[in-house]
C-alpha cells in the first residue's frame, strides 16, 4: 500500500488531489483509509478476545471434569478406578478442540500483531511509514485465511501451557487410587492387578496410559523445537516432525510459505536492482556470472521476497531485461530486515 501510495504522488499532476485508493467512482482518502485500518483493527482485535475467551471455557471444562473426577473416585473405596481412564480419554478430546480453537486464535492475534507493529508503531518512529510489505502480509491472510500454526503443534503448545499439570494430576491420582482402594497394596503386582479392565489385564492397561502419555510428551517436545527454531532442527527432531506431518497431513490445514529467494540471470542487472530496491523496497545481491552455453558475462541477483511480491519482481525483470532468466523458489526461513518471525501467543 506504500508503494502504491508512493507511485500515485509520482504520477498525479502538481496541484490534484491525491487518493490512496479508488473503486467505483469513490475516492477513498488517506484519513478515510486510517479510519478503515482502526476499523479493522477493531474488528480483529474483538476476534481475537473472542478465540482467548473460548481457549478459557475448554480449560474450564478439564479442571472441572478433573476435579469431579476425583472427588467421585476417592469418594468411596468401592468406586472403579476405571473412571479415571474415562476422563484421561475426555482430557485428551479437549485438548483436541482447544489445540483447533488455538488455531483460530493465532490467526487473529497474527493479524492483530501484524498491524500493530508494522502499521500503527510505525507511526511513532522515523521514518514514519510502515515496511514495504505489511499490506501484502495482512491481504495474503485476509483473503487467503492460512493457520500460521499446525493443529499438531498447538496441541504440543496447550499441552505444555495447561493440560500437562492436568494430567500429571490424572495420572498420579489414578496410580494412588489402585495403590490404596479397597486396602493398601503390599506390592507392585497387585497394583496392576487392580488396573484390570474387565478381561483386559492391568499390565495391558498400564502400558496403553504410558504410551498415551509418552506420545503427548514426545508430540511437546517436537512442536517446541518446531516452533523455536523450525530452520535448525536437529535430525531426528525433523524425522519426527515430518512422520506427524505424514500422519496428520489430511486433517490439517498447513501454513503457506510467503518468503522465497529469487534468483536472477540478466544482462542488465544494474537496472533490475534499481528498480527492486525502489519499488519492492528488497535488498539485491549481485554476483558475477558466465553463461557455460555462450561464454558471455552475465549479472546474477538474489533477492528475498515475500509471495505476493513475486509476480511484481516478474514484471520488473521483463520490462528492463525480456530474455533474463527468474528462478523462484520456497525457503524454510528468512531473517532480517522485514522478515520476522512470529510466536504464537500462549
Known amino acids: 500500500m506504500a508503494e502504491q501510495d508512493s507511485r500515485q504522488d509520482a504520477e498525479s499532476p502538481a496541484g490534484e488531489h491525491n487518493d490512496t485508493w479508488v473503486f467505483r467512482g469513490y475516492h477513498l482518502e488517506p484519513g478515510h483509509f486510517t479510519s478503515a485500518m482502526v ?4 474488528g480483529e482485535l474483538a476476534r481475537s478476545n473472542t478465540w482467548r475467551t473460548r481457549l478459557d471455557a475448554t480449560t474450564n471444562w478439564a479442571v472441572v ?28 478430546t479437549f485438548l483436541y478442540i482447544e489445540a483447533r480453537r488455538y488455531q483460530y486464535y493465532v490467526l487473529w492475534a497474527y493479524r492483530v500483531h501484524l498491524m500493530e507493529t508494522d502499521f500503527f508503531a510505525a507511526m511513532l518512529a522515523p521514518p514514519f511509514r510502515p515496511s514495504p510489505d505489511w499490506a501484502s502480509f495482512l491481504k495474503e491472510s ?7 500454526i499446525a493443529r499438531w503443534q498447538a496441541m504440543g503448545r496447550r499441552f505444555q ?108 542487472g544494474q537496472q533490475v536492482a534499481i528498480r527492486i530496491l525502489g519499488e519492492l523496497g528488497r535488498g539485491v545481491t549481485a554476483l558475477k556470472g558466465t553463461g557455460m552455453y555462450t561464454g ?32 523462484v523458489g520456497a525457503t524454510e526461513s528468512v531473517r532480517g530486515s522485514d522478515f520476522r518471525p512470529f510466536e504464537a501467543p500462549s
Open 65 to 92: 471434569t478433573v476435579g469431579a473426577a476425583l472427588t467421585f473416585a476417592f469418594g468411596s473405596s468401592n468406586n472403579p478406578h476405571f473412571v479415571l481412564l474415562l476422563v484421561l480419554v475426555l482430557l485428551i
Open 161 to 268: 501451557r495447561n493440560y500437562v499439570w492436568l494430567l500429571a494430576l490424572l495420572l498420579l491420582s489414578w496410580g494412588l487410587k489402585l495403590a490404596v482402594h479397597p486396602t493398601l497394596a503390599a506390592d507392585l503386582i497387585t497394583v496392576l492387578e487392580r488396573a484390570a479392565v474387565g478381561f483386559v489385564s492391568g499390565t495391558y492397561i498400564v502400558a496403553t496410559v504410558g504410551i498415551v502419555y509418552g506420545g503427548l510428551i514426545l508430540l511437546a517436545l517436537v512442536s517446541s523445537f518446531s516452533l523455536a527454531s523450525p530452520e535448525g532442527l536437529p535430525k531426528a527432531v525433523k524425522w519426527l516432525e515430518e512422520r506427524i506431518q505424514v500422519m496428520t497431513g489430511p486433517l490439517l490445514r498447513r501454513p503457506r510459505r510467503q518468503a522465497q529467494i529469487a534468483t536472477i540471470i540478466t544482462d542488465r
Open 142 to 148: 485476509l483473503v487467503h485465511p492460512t493457520f500460521p
Open 39 to 42: 476499523h479493522l483493527y477493531r
Open 296 to 327: 558471455e558475462p552475465k549479472d546474477v541477483l538474489l533477492c528475498a521476497v515475500t509471495e505476493v511480491q513475486v509476480p511484481h519482481l516478474e514484471s520488473i525483470v521483463y520490462e528492463v531485461d525480456s530474455n533474463a532468466f527468474i528462478v
